[in-house]
């Protein structure tokens, strides 16, 4: 819920900054207007409709003076009105540093337009980026967080499997494979002893989980066993990774954890 507050508070802020830069680079002052208009007259070929407007932004004290009087003095050359010519040559020729000003002061209003623009630009990106990285570690969290449960359940289970069976001949079982790891020779000679503690379970195993793998029968016994990855790794000649994936297949196709598969799979008395 907060996501999608924060999500539609950027979107608002977007639009509201958007629209703002809009206003501002479509409001312009009724000299402006003039301007356009004449221009548009002049460019036509009607000077005496571009006159008229052209005219009334002449008349003003604004920065589009100057255009206007470039533009009055080609109507005026073309009329030969030697009066408005000369009125018009003389506004240019005393006003020309001022409009070179005028035309760097728009050529810096367009700059730094461009430039908040561009921050703009700039800030919806970086908010965007952090909001995606702030909502990829919260999922990260959480991805680790249930792995915990996983991992406290799948402690659980075992606890409560390994008090399904006779402690003692559990503990019997397993330290005769910590002694075949320490010896060498491990996968054979545990496959023998978990065999002479719960005869036919293999045989069972095989017949209740047909879809397994030879390495994935080995690594149901060595779960139950309680082998650590980097152990049963070892005792398979194989790398920690691949443990791992045999591992997670595992508990796709047994559809429970390890130890549970290999109980299901006993032999009841």
Same mark, same amino acid.
């Given at each position: 819920m907060r996501q999608r507050l924060s999500s539609i508070r950027l979107f608002i802020m977007v639009i509201v900054c958007m629209m703002a830069l809009n206003a501002v680079a479509k409001s312009t002052p009724k000299e402006e207007q003039w301007l356009n208009k004449?221009?548009?007259?002049?460019?036509?070929?009607?000077?005496? #409709?571009a006159k008229v407007y052209l005219e009334q932004v002449f008349s003003t004290d604004t920065d589009e003076k100057t255009t206007a009087a470039k533009f009055l003095l080609d109507i005026a050359l073309a009329q030969g009105d030697t009066l408005k010519i000369n009125e018009y040559a003389l506004f240019l020729a005393e006003n020309y540093d001022v409009s070179l000003n005028q035309e760097r002061q728009k050529s810096h209003r367009r700059i730094l337009m461009i430039t908040l623009t561009a921050m703009l630009v700039l800030l919806v990106m970086g908010w965007i980026i952090f909001i995606t990285h702030k909502r990829h570690k919260r999922t990260e969290a959480t991805l680790v967080e249930e792995q915990q449960r996983e991992r406290e359940s799948f402690g659980r289970q075992l606890n409560e499997a390994q008090s399904a069976i006779e402690r003692q001949t559990f503990e019997n079982l397993q330290?005769?494979?910590?002694?075949?790891? #320490?010896?060498?020779?491990?996968?054979?000679?545990?496959l023998?002893?978990? =065999?002479?503690?719960?005869?036919?379970?293999?045989?069972?195993l095989k017949t209740t989980y047909p879809d397994l793998s030879e390495q994935e029968y080995d690594l149901l016994i060595? =779960?139950?066993?309680?082998?650590?990855?980097?152990?049963?790794?070892?005792?398979?000649?194989? #790398?920690?990774n691949t443990v791992m994936k045999y591992r997670s297949n595992l508990?796709?196709?047994?559809?429970?954890?390890?130890? #549970?598969?290999?109980? =299901?799979?006993?032999p009841t008395s």
């Open positions: 004449g221009t548009e007259f002049y460019f036509e070929g009607q000077q005496d #409709s330290r005769q494979a910590r002694e075949v790891l #320490s010896r060498g020779s491990q996968r054979k000679r545990i023998e002893a978990f =065999n002479a503690t719960y005869p036919k379970a293999y045989e069972r060595l =779960n139950f066993l309680e082998f650590r990855i980097k152990e049963e790794a070892e005792i398979l000649e194989l #790398s920690q508990l796709k196709k047994v559809g429970k954890d390890p130890v #549970s598969a290999v109980l =299901n799979a006993m």
